[in-house]
């Protein structure tokens, strides 16, 4: 991407067409739950926005997240948009090496001063003096806080950048940390999930370069649009969940008949992150729709919380009995667990809406 050139110009010298653009335009306007009107206005932005300087770091990891973006079966509008914002500095991607890698990553922090964003993925390990991972002769931490230092803002990509990650579960003998455990003066983005999602991490791009701030946070950095609810509030096998329909087995008759995977160990109902909706592949499939529970990726400590394949909380029989009681009797316990998630439905419904790309092309 030429210097001087607007991501619109790229794009359509990429062969993306106008209408290709919108589309993208009012699929990242429907997933930051933001209005009708706004799609319009993230297109107008994006479509004048110029090459942002991007240095993405990776220390602790396994490439995962990077494989994860690049991994698409066709040229999409968001890796394209991931491509045009330009890295100017990854590990994993650059062609350059050595002491020219290492100049192009100091140019570009001298370069656009106080306003490149700085993507981080993979847990930054301390231990033995940050000995055991060095890049260009420094530790993994002493690169972070020197590029950290004039950065304008940082996102975390994946769980170990966020959380730590594996390389954080006990007994962490590398002594590996997450990027909010050591920069703290920073604004710093959350994206876990191993891997992310990719269009979330578009999402977090595209809501910068369109209104140049980050979106809103819950308490772990992470974007409220995307990490606002449980995977398990959006989840298609949520109704046999309610009417207490479990499948015992990865291949028993409940398994074979869709029902929920709640007791083979779905960490769902405690996770929060977009894969029910966004999913995975192109928006294929994700782990549930394939017949595997939710191993809760995207939270703190997941590789420490327990067996992947034990039920969490209260026992099934008792989700069991309260959903069949109601059924059956019309409980008062049931009941309230049906309006409750009546108004659990209501209220995400109220959060999102539905733009198409008519609304923008009529806007």
């Not at 922090?109 to 000995?131: C, F, Q, R, W």
């Not at 990509?157 to 455990?181: H, L």
């Not at 999602?197 to 369109?210: E, M, R």
């Not at 405690?270 to 939710?294: D, L, Q, R």
Request: proline content about 5%; aromatic content about 8%.
């Amino acid at each position: 991407m030429k210097q001087d050139e607007t991501l619109a110009e790229h794009l359509q010298g990429q062969g993306i067409s106008r209408r290709g653009f919108l589309k993208f335009c009012a699929a990242t306007a429907s997933m930051l739950a933001l209005s009708p009107g706004m799609a319009g206005a993230i297109a107008d932005a994006l479509g004048k926005a110029r090459r942002p300087s991007v240095i993405w770091l990776s220390f602790q990891e396994c490439t995962g997240c990077t494989e994860s973006l690049t991994r698409s079966h066709n040229p999409s509008v968001e890796s394209l948009i991931l491509s045009a914002i330009s890295l100017d500095y990854h590990h994993t991607l650059q062609a350059a090496s050595g002491t020219a890698a290492e100049e192009a990553r100091e140019q570009a922090m001298h370069d656009n001063k106080g306003e490149y964003l700085l993507v981080v993925d993979g847990s930054i390990p301390t231990g033995a003096g940050g000995g055991y991972s060095t890049i260009a002769g420094i530790s993994n931490l002493q690169m972070l806080e020197e590029t950290a230092k004039d950065a304008a803002a940082i996102i975390s990509v994946g769980t170990c950048a966020a959380f730590g990650g594996i390389p954080y579960a006990n007994p962490n003998p590398t002594g590996a940390r997450s990027v909010m455990d050591l920069i703290h003066d920073k604004p710093i983005v959350n994206v876990p999930g191993c891997p992310p999602i990719p269009i979330v991490i578009t999402g977090v791009l595209s809501h910068y370069l369109t209104f140049g701030s980050l979106p809103e946070l819950d308490n772990l950095n992470r974007p409220l649009s995307f990490f606002g609810d449980t995977i398990h509030d959006r989840c298609y096998r949520r109704p046999f969940y309610d009417q207490g329909k479990f499948a015992k087995t990865f291949d028993d008759e409940g398994a074979r008949n869709g029902w929920c995977l709640y007791e083979l160990g779905c960490k769902g109902p405690t996770t929060h992150n977009a894969c029910a909706t966004a999913k995975w592949n192109n928006g294929v499939s994700f782990p549930i729709e394939s017949g595997h529970g939710c191993i809760g990726c995207s939270e703190p400590n997941f590789w420490d919380a327990g067996s992947f394949y034990q039920a969490i909380s209260s026992s099934p029989e008792d989700l069991s009995r309260a959903a069949t009681g109601a059924i059956i009797a019309g409980a008062a316990a049931g009941a309230g667990v049906g309006l409750y998630n009546k108004y659990k439905q209501s209220r995400a419904k109220d959060k999102h809406y539905t733009v198409t790309t008519k609304d923008m092309e009529d806007s």
